[in-house]
């Protein structure tokens, strides 16, 4: 849909994928977007993908989940440090790393972490400066 689009590990059991907006478009307009466009997405690949929420109707597919987009839901914020075992930190990816076999949810965690630092630039270093308007990603939903 044109729109600038942003991943990231959750230290936990998925990815999640950030679309930087301008504030232009208020809160059920993106809920809307975001649930538009998982559905769509599974419906053109409905082998891979579901938007279904119970497991046991994924079927191996990978679960779009979009319930983050909810009033009194959080996400979380990058590089934070989970409560989970081995410690494992929320972290900013290029997507080409998806291709990656290592990578995974909880690929970066507090004994590897400053390495990653170390090693590359944050992905994400720009993603205020990507702020952008849903309007024209709307509009080709719409078409």
Same mark, same amino acid.
């Given at each position: 849909?044109?729109?600038?689009?942003?991943?990231?590990?959750?230290?936990?059991? @998925?990815?999640?994928?950030?679309?930087?907006?301008?504030?232009?478009?208020?809160?059920?307009?993106?809920?809307?977007?975001?649930?538009?466009?998982?559905?769509?997405?599974?419906?053109?690949?409905?082998?891979?993908?579901?938007?279904?929420?119970?497991?046991?109707?994924?079927?191996?597919?990978?679960?779009?989940?979009?319930?983050?987009?909810?009033?009194?839901?959080?996400?979380?914020?990058?590089?934070?440090?989970?409560?989970?075992?081995?410690?494992?930190?929320?972290?900013?990816?290029?997507?080409?790393?998806? @291709?990656?076999?290592?990578?995974?949810?909880?690929?970066?965690?507090?004994?590897?972490?400053?390495?990653?630092?170390?090693?590359?630039?944050?992905?994400?270093?720009?993603?205020?400066?990507?702020?952008?308007?849903?309007?024209?990603?709307?509009?080709?939903?719409?078409?």
């Amino acid at each position: 849909l044109g729109l600038a689009s942003f991943v990231m590990t959750t230290g936990s059991s @998925g990815l999640h994928v950030v679309v930087p907006l301008d504030r232009s478009a208020d809160f059920d307009t993106v809920r809307d977007f975001a649930e538009r466009v998982a559905e769509q997405l599974a419906g053109e690949h409905p082998d891979d993908f579901t938007t279904a929420h119970r497991k046991d109707k994924r079927q191996g597919r990978l679960y779009l989940d979009i319930r983050r987009n909810a009033y009194a839901q959080t996400g979380i914020a990058p590089y934070s440090l989970r409560a989970k075992p081995g410690a494992p930190i929320a972290t900013p990816l290029d997507w080409d790393e998806l @291709g990656d076999a290592k990578i995974g949810p909880q690929r970066f965690h507090l004994g590897n972490i400053f390495r990653r630092l170390a090693q590359r630039n944050c992905p994400w270093a720009d993603i205020d400066r990507q702020a952008q308007s849903l309007t024209s990603a709307i509009r080709q939903l719409d078409d």
